[in-house]
């Protein structure tokens, strides 16, 4: 009798290109990677719209704040999809939220730098959005279904984010002398962290070899990083601005940018908790929730009783 | 004297924007993340109208005048709107009772210039009114389930109604602008809506297990310039920008 090996017929499955839904077998490493990766990806969505939501109040122009608004309003949607895509895994919202305000769950570490003027606003979408979607573009074709349409949806949402934050910074750009350096002043400040955000190089990264087998992820991070970097340099020369990296330079015969060396050592400090925010960050995560709780308990109860008085009216 | 259609548009305008202005504050810090959401949107509703009204106020204003221009450059005393709408956030029970007793208001006033004689103000009010429908029932809903909701919710939401109260009556004054406009088939006429206002937001308060405050001495002044101390700060810090680089675009 031939013995049949799930672990072989699911990887063929995968390597066949069809998606993976909820109800299929999977390998047990296979959801835990994803729970995990999911769920940092919508903790990255919620407690990014703290550095933002920092210039709502202070916005220069009504239709600025209007624009800034619907952006981090959107990124709390996109935190509600991909919640919602890792509970079709089994996992469960409240926990997942609950290792967040632990500090056991990850987020983004991009998100611990702080917002200190409109420029940086603009910084965001440009280079923020901008490389969480060189990463989600790819994740648009990842093996498990829900994940991947709800990467189609988010994706349409984060380029008009990078656009408008492009727009802010041509405005700047184009503007009075002290926009410009305003404008100067925040790429000097978002452009390393936005290269660290697709994680260390791929000699370093431990968990990338498996999850490209399985189709999760489809490029590595220097890849991807590579990409960026083509992308954004002819960006920022369109604006006018210098990227603060001497090394920087385009090798003709690849058609690749070359860059220097990413201060790994800032990385891993941020990443353990030692960035400028990563404390206000995650006090105010914990602030809001602790302070919702008396809301959330009061539409639970008043739920509650109006299904009991639904219960009693049916049976009278 | 400012004519009384730009001052009864600067008061309808300001009202929309401190509002708007005031519940994104709640952006990225919401109790649950869905009604997060449904708060940004609700403010996004507010500063969208108040963009529509600050346009037809700066084209009634003329020669240089614009949305922004009156949004940022205008000092306090020249802001028109009712005191309620500039105290600080508070919590979310505070927060919705507010918008409750607010939006229940706006909505009859829209709706009163649904019929307006003025074009503009006509076309605007039929453009938000569906939006306001909507704020009024969401706000309405919230106030009755947590009044009844848990003993510490209707505690806490009765206690937001009180010190609310005292801020209602400057919903219904009437300056002169306000009768000459309502002579004129321009603005509703307040009493009426004061009526209509009173009947909804007792039936909402009866459904929420509170009781309807006794109506005593009334706060005013907002339409005059005269606010609170909490305003200056809002503007503080809503106009600095624009303000310390006057000649910038954004
Ligand atoms: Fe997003
Ligand atoms: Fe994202
Ligand atoms: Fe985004």
Same mark, same amino acid.
């Not at chain 1, 490389?131 to 349409?149: D, E, F, H």
């Not at chain 2, 108040?50 to 949305?67: H, S």
């Given at each position: 009798?031939?013995?049949?090996?799930?672990?072989?017929?699911?990887?063929?499955?995968?390597?066949?290109?069809?998606?993976?839904?909820?109800?299929? $077998?999977?390998?047990?490493?296979?959801?835990?990677?994803?729970?995990?990766?999911?769920?940092?990806?919508?903790?990255?969505?919620?407690?990014? +719209?703290?550095?933002?939501?920092?210039?709502?109040?202070?916005?220069?122009?009504?239709?600025?704040?209007?624009?800034?608004?619907?952006?981090?309003?959107?990124?709390?949607?996109?935190?509600?999809?991909?919640?919602?895509?890792?509970?079709?895994?089994?996992?469960?919202?409240?926990?997942?939220?609950?290792?967040?305000?632990?500090?056991?769950?990850?987020?983004?570490?991009?998100?611990? %730098?702080?917002?200190?003027?409109?420029?940086?606003?603009?910084?965001?979408?440009?280079?923020?959005?901008?490389?969480?979607?060189?990463?989600?573009?790819?994740?648009?074709?990842?093996?498990?279904?829900?994940? #991947?349409?709800? +990467?189609?949806?988010?994706?349409?949402?984060?380029?008009?984010?990078?656009?408008?934050? %492009?727009?802010?910074?041509?405005?700047?750009?184009?503007?009075?002398?002290?926009?410009?350096? +305003?404008?100067?002043?925040?790429?000097?400040?978002?452009? $390393?962290?936005?290269?660290?955000?697709?994680? !260390?190089?791929?000699?370093?990264?431990?968990?990338?070899?498996?999850?490209?087998?399985?189709?999760? *992820?489809?490029?590595?991070?220097?890849?991807?990083?590579?990409?960026?970097?083509?992308?954004?340099?002819?960006?920022?020369?369109?604006?006018?601005?210098?990227?603060?990296?001497?090394?920087?330079?385009?090798?003709?015969?690849?058609?690749?940018?070359?860059?220097?060396?990413?201060?790994?050592?800032?990385? @891993?400090?941020?990443? *353990?908790? /030692?960035?400028?925010?990563?404390?206000?960050?995650?006090?105010?995560? /914990?602030?809001?929730?602790?302070?919702?709780?008396?809301?959330?308990?009061?539409? /639970?109860?008043?739920?509650?009783?109006?299904?009991?008085? *639904?219960?009693?009216?049916?049976?009278? | 004297?400012?004519?009384?259609?730009?001052?009864?548009?600067?008061?309808?305008?300001?009202?929309?924007?401190?509002?708007?202005?005031?519940?994104?504050?709640?952006?990225?810090?919401?109790?649950?993340?869905?009604?997060?959401?449904?708060?940004?949107?609700?403010?996004?509703?507010?500063?969208?109208?108040?963009?529509?009204?600050?346009? %037809? #106020?700066?084209?009634?204003?003329?020669?240089?005048?614009?949305?922004?221009?009156?949004?940022?450059?205008?000092?306090?005393?020249?802001?028109?709107?009712?005191? +309620?709408?500039?105290? !600080?956030?508070?919590?979310?029970?505070?927060?919705?009772?507010?918008?409750?007793? @607010?939006?229940?208001?706006?909505?009859?006033?829209?709706?009163?210039?649904?019929?307006? *004689?003025?074009?503009?103000?006509?076309?605007?009010?039929?453009?938000?009114?569906?939006?306001?429908?909507?704020?009024?029932?969401?706000?309405?809903?919230?106030?009755?389930?947590?009044?009844?909701?848990?003993?510490?919710?209707?505690?806490?939401?009765?206690?937001?109604?009180?010190?609310?109260?005292?801020?209602?009556?400057?919903?219904?004054?009437?300056?002169?602008?306000?009768?000459?406009?309502?002579?004129?088939?321009?603005?509703? /006429?307040?009493?009426?809506?004061?009526?209509?206002?009173?009947?909804?937001?007792?039936?909402?308060?009866?459904?929420?297990?509170?009781?309807?405050?006794?109506?005593?001495?009334?706060?005013?002044?907002?339409?005059?310039?005269?606010?609170?101390?909490?305003?200056?700060?809002?503007?503080?810090?809503?106009?600095?920008?624009?303000?310390?680089?006057?000649?910038?675009? $954004?």
């Amino acid at each position: 009798m031939e013995t049949i090996n799930f672990e072989d017929r699911f990887q063929e499955y995968v390597d066949s290109e069809q998606k993976v839904e909820p109800k299929h $077998w999977m390998p047990e490493p296979y959801r835990k990677t994803l729970i995990r990766q999911i769920s940092q990806h919508a903790h990255s969505e919620v407690v990014g +719209m703290l550095p933002e939501a920092n210039w709502i109040s202070r916005a220069p122009s009504l239709r600025r704040k209007v624009a800034l608004l619907a952006k981090v309003q959107d990124e709390a949607g996109h935190g509600l999809y991909l919640y919602s895509a890792a509970e079709t895994l089994g996992a469960d919202r409240s926990d997942l939220v609950g290792d967040l305000l632990s500090g056991k769950a990850k987020y983004s570490s991009i998100f611990n %730098y702080p917002t200190r003027s409109w420029a940086d606003i603009g910084a965001i979408g440009w280079l923020v959005d901008g490389a969480a979607i060189a990463n989600q573009v790819m994740l648009c074709r990842t093996s498990y279904g829900p994940y #991947a349409r709800a +990467m189609v949806r988010i994706c349409k949402e984060e380029s008009f984010h990078q656009r408008q934050g %492009y727009e802010i910074m041509l405005s700047l750009c184009r503007g009075t002398k002290e926009q410009k350096e +305003m404008a100067q002043d925040a790429l000097n400040r978002w452009w $390393w962290p936005s290269l660290m955000m697709f994680g !260390p190089t791929d000699k370093e990264s431990t968990n990338s070899a498996q999850s490209m087998n399985w189709k999760i *992820k489809r490029k590595s991070n220097d890849e991807l990083r590579q990409e960026f970097i083509d992308k954004t340099v002819p960006q920022a020369e369109f604006l006018g601005l210098t990227i603060p990296d001497e090394h920087l330079e385009l090798d003709e015969k690849t058609g690749h940018y070359q860059f220097g060396p990413i201060d790994w050592e800032e990385f @891993y400090q941020v990443l *353990k908790g /030692n960035g400028p925010c990563n404390k206000e960050r995650l006090e105010a995560r /914990n602030k809001a929730h602790d302070d919702g709780r008396w809301v959330r308990e009061a539409a /639970n109860a008043f739920a509650k009783k109006t299904l009991e008085r *639904k219960g009693e009216n049916s049976a009278a | 004297m400012e004519n009384p259609l730009l001052s009864y548009t600067l008061f309808l305008a300001d009202n929309s924007l401190i509002t708007g202005q005031r519940l994104s504050e709640w952006c990225g810090y919401g109790p649950i993340l869905e009604q997060d959401i449904a708060l940004s949107n609700i403010a996004l509703d507010h500063l969208g109208q108040a963009r529509m009204l600050l346009q %037809y #106020a700066a084209e009634q204003k003329g020669e240089g005048w614009t949305e922004d221009r009156l949004a940022y450059f205008r000092d306090e005393k020249n802001f028109r709107n009712l005191l +309620m709408t500039e105290l !600080p956030k508070g919590d979310w029970g505070y927060t919705v009772m507010r918008a409750f007793l @607010y939006d229940t208001y706006h909505f009859y006033e829209m709706t009163g210039l649904l019929q307006s *004689k003025d074009e503009q103000l006509r076309a605007i009010a039929q453009k938000a009114i569906k939006e306001i429908r909507y704020h009024a029932q969401w706000s309405a809903e919230w106030v009755i389930r947590l009044g009844d909701g848990t003993e510490e919710s209707h505690q806490r939401v009765k206690g937001s109604l009180l010190e609310l109260w005292p801020f209602t009556g400057e919903f219904f004054e009437t300056d002169e602008a306000a009768i000459e406009l309502n002579g004129r088939g321009i603005a509703p /006429n307040y009493a009426h809506i004061r009526t209509q206002w009173k009947a909804k937001v007792e039936e909402v308060l009866e459904l929420a297990t509170l009781e309807r405050p006794e109506d005593g001495w009334m706060q005013s002044g907002g339409r005059n310039g005269a606010h609170t101390e909490h305003m200056g700060y809002l503007l503080a810090e809503m106009q600095h920008i624009p303000r310390s680089y006057p000649d910038a675009q $954004w």
